[in-house]
């Protein structure tokens, strides 16, 4: 950027935005509009957000000791722009190893292919197999290099062997969490696609999922809210609510507590659209119910999974499913009351905000995120009701 049209990336630099919506550029009262102080998990965020702060804060403090701070003048507003273009614009691409097997195995497959194909040409009759052994050898070494450039492809999509790169033209598209498109490394290339995956009219606007992303992520790296977020979620401690407010079994709170999948269920639930996940409230039944069992060994069964799905028939639910219920609902509703307005009373200041002549965009983003939480909690209230049971 400071070297202006000099620089070989200076079209696309001029491309990117002058300005971020991200929580780096919000002052503590703007956070406060967020309401993020009911829960351990909404005070984590916040602590989150001011950790990265002082993270860049400190990161200048450096540079401005660097040869290259004094050369450029280098201000403190330009690396935290620098940050935001480096955080909400990377794409995920393989790492350099990857790469490498990626390369040194395309050869190694034409050619094997390719001499499976001389051999075949070569032979008199395919009724007469004089050539069968090598036939046969070469098949097995083509079949097992395919495995293997398979095998890898697997484990780089599963462990994320990647690295972050900026690519530019492919990062002016913009977010929906619906899209069917995806950005595709295109195997054994170094190349990224677009995938577009439906026919798209002329003048119509070309999207793709940036990652099934809590809102928290997005407003936090990338300025904005998808207030149609299918993948939003409300991150809650149900371990710490039931060993305050039900009197559950000191064993089985024992026994949650030293199982890590248990902890993760319980501490880090995550009520989504679709509701608390049927493997947590698996583990809160089995950390209410009263018979004797061990309390966390089959946890994300199959059965238990598909008995969580939909709600038990009325009259049929016993005490710990009841008691399920109830914890559920209760912090649902413990949470919605916490907060200083209302669902109907924050939709009636959006619109006020978005009539303004000048709107505050940071207040319309606040407005726009506790929208989308409190939609979680009333959600979460109509479908937990114990007196549905």
Not at 26 to 46: G, I, K, P, R
Not at 174 to 191: D, K
Not at 215 to 243: C, P, R, S
Not at 295 to 321: C, H, N, W
């Amino acid at each position: 950027m400071k070297r202006g049209s000099e620089s070989p990336w200076h079209v696309w630099i001029q491309s990117l935005p002058r300005r971020f919506n991200t929580l780096m550029h919000w002052n503590q009262q703007e956070l406060d509009q967020l309401h993020m102080n009911s829960t351990t998990a909404e005070q984590d965020f916040l602590s989150q957000v001011r950790k990265q702060k002082e993270a860049v804060h400190a990161s200048y403090r450096k540079l401005q000791r660097a040869p290259v701070a004094s050369k450029w003048n280098l201000t403190l507003d330009e690396l935290v722009w620098a940050v935001n273009v480096a955080t909400s614009r990377p794409f995920s691409i393989p790492s350099h190893w990857t790469e490498s097997i990626a390369e040194s195995m395309t050869p190694i497959i034409i050619g094997s292919v390719g001499l499976l194909g001389i051999m075949l040409f070569k032979l008199q009759s395919f009724s007469h197999w004089q050539n069968s052994k090598e036939i046969v050898a070469c098949c097995r070494f083509v079949l097992a290099m395919s495995v293997l450039a398979t095998a890898v492809r697997s484990l780089y999509q599963q462990i994320g062997v990647s690295t972050a790169a900026l690519v530019p033209i492919l990062d002016i598209i913009n977010h929906s969490s619906t899209s069917s498109s995806q950005i595709e490394q295109t195997w054994l290339s170094n190349r990224l696609e677009a995938v577009i995956g439906r026919q798209v009219q002329p003048g119509h606007e070309v999207v793709h999922s940036y990652g099934e992303k809590p809102n928290e992520d997005f407003l936090q790296y990338y300025g904005f809210v998808d207030i149609e977020n299918v993948h939003d979620a409300y991150t809650a401690d149900l371990m710490q609510w039931v060993k305050q407010h039900f009197h559950a079994e000191t064993g089985r709170v024992q026994a949650a507590e030293k199982s890590k999948a248990a902890t993760k269920l319980l501490k880090q639930a995550q009520l989504t659209r679709e509701g608390w996940s049927p493997d947590t409230m698996q583990a809160l039944h089995k950390l209410l119910a009263a018979d004797t069992h061990s309390p966390f060994d089959m946890l994300g069964s199959l059965e238990s999974v598909q008995y969580y799905r939909e709600p038990p028939a009325k009259g049929t639910a016993d005490q710990a499913i009841t008691q399920v219920y109830q914890v559920l609902y209760h912090v649902c509703q413990q949470i919605a009351a916490s907060k200083s307005t209302t669902l109907v009373e924050d939709i009636a200041s959006l619109q006020q905000a978005q009539d303004l002549q000048v709107p505050d965009q940071h207040h319309i983003l606040a407005l726009q995120f506790r929208i989308g939480k409190k939609e979680l909690l009333q959600s979460c209230l109509w479908q937990y009701d114990p007196q549905q049971l």
